[in-house]
């Protein structure tokens, strides 16, 4: 008994003396605990929408003030046409459009009946749905309000239009995500494991010395990871598109540039990971805890980053991923072209450069 609690102390100990054993046993627990406490968050928070008034009187001017003051709301355009819904819709900064019919009040005075549209942007058909579920709430206690005291009550009528996913497909949502994880994961995940294993059985040093000049090195260890990501991404638009009937309205060869900027993006991220971990155990802890969590959890593919803390909006705005589903969705399920998703086009590249800078420059380091 004696000598097995000395071999029991003794495991104890080296456990205690490895920090990543510690940090996996205790931090990652804690990390996990916190962002999915702060994280998952269904309630809506200042979301982004427009007025169409073709009214304007004080029923209309009532009933805007009430949604803008009920926290859940933010009045960000005021429309002149509804021609312009399709055009604010794809630029993606507004995410709900009221409408109001004209002579709004009268109506609602004389005939007891007003109507009132709701437009939404349904690329997102949980929190499309959210969003008109709030917003006829409100309408609702309004028309409360004004029945008070009225022998004839008086009616508002809502009637809501869903943009982009007119049956509120959730696949719509997944496909987006689900694509970009996998090839983030995918990408990042086998280049780290690749290069930390020639680290590992020694063989990267004969590469460092070899005639190939670290750029070299690089690119013919991303080449085909680069070839079977591609092919990975082609599966997923196919399936998505043949067996989920998720569209892609957008321009396919630029669906597939954007593909490949993501790819080189991940497979530049996994490279710089090679570089610090010492081990495929470390690489693949590393691409799981760095990549996957971030990933799913911040990139806006399940929840809403609006809803998040401000430290962790702060922190999705360095989450690659997120910028790619933008890009997914506008392309896919809005159909607009390089003029509405240039911004996160020129983010992912700067992003790329960046990761293959400081992989260059590890790399440098180790031959000196």
């Keep these: 008994m004696n000598r097995f609690i000395g071999f029991l102390k003794k495991e104890f100990y080296h456990i205690f003396r490895d920090k990543r054993s510690m940090l996996i046993l205790f931090g990652m627990p804690i990390v996990q605990i916190m962002l999915f406490g702060y994280v998952i ?6 979301v982004k929408m427009a007025v169409l008034d073709h009214s304007k009187d004080e029923y209309t001017a009532e009933i805007i003030n009430k949604i803008t003051s009920s926290g859940y709301f933010q009045l960000s355009n005021n429309l002149k046409s509804i021609e312009q819904a399709d055009v604010i819709f794809r630029k993606g900064d507004v995410k709900l459009i009221l409408v109001f019919e004209p002579d709004f009040g009268k109506k609602l005075v004389k ?8 437009l939404t942007d349904a690329s997102d058909p949980n929190t499309a749905n959210l969003e008109v579920s709030y917003l006829q709430g409100i309408l609702q206690n309004y028309n409360v309000e004004i029945n008070q005291d009225k022998q004839l009550p008086s009616s508002i009528q809502a009637n809501s239009r869903m943009y982009f996913n007119a049956n509120l497909e959730s696949v719509f949502m997944f496909i987006p995500g689900i694509m970009a994880t996998i090839l983030m994961l995918v990408s990042a995940m086998m280049t780290s494991i690749s290069i930390a294993r020639e680290k590992e059985l020694g063989t990267m040093e004969i590469l460092l010395v070899s005639p190939l000049n670290p750029l070299q090195i690089i690119l013919g260890k991303v080449t085909p990871y680069l070839a079977l990501s591609f092919i990975n991404a082609l599966v997923i638009v196919g399936m998505g598109y043949f067996v989920f009937g998720v569209p892609v309205l957008g321009s396919f060869t630029l669906l597939m540039a954007e593909s490949v900027l993501f790819i080189f993006l991940a ?5 710089f990971i090679s570089t610090v971990a010492k081990s495929q155990q470390v690489a693949m802890m590393l691409s ?32 690659p991923p997120k910028y790619f589903i933008v890009i997914l969705k506008n392309i896919m399920l809005k159909g607009v072209g390089l ?5 996160e086009t020129l983010i992912l590249l700067a992003m790329t450069f960046g990761f293959i800078g400081l992989s260059l420059k590890k790399f440098k380091i180790r031959l000196q």
Excluded: C
Excluded at 111 to 118: G, H, L
Excluded at 267 to 271: D, H
Excluded at 339 to 343: D, G, I, R
């Design 288 to 319: 799981m805890f760095v990549l996957m969590l971030p990933t799913i959890i911040l990139s806006g593919f399940i929840f809403p980053i609006r809803n998040m803390p401000v430290p962790l909006q702060v922190i999705s705005y360095i989450i």
């Design 111 to 118: 005939n007891s009946k007003a109507n009132v549209q709701i």
């Design 267 to 271: 497979l530049s991220i996994g490279i």
């Design 339 to 343: 003029e509405y998703v240039w911004k």
């Design 41 to 46: 968050n269904t309630d809506l928070k200042d």
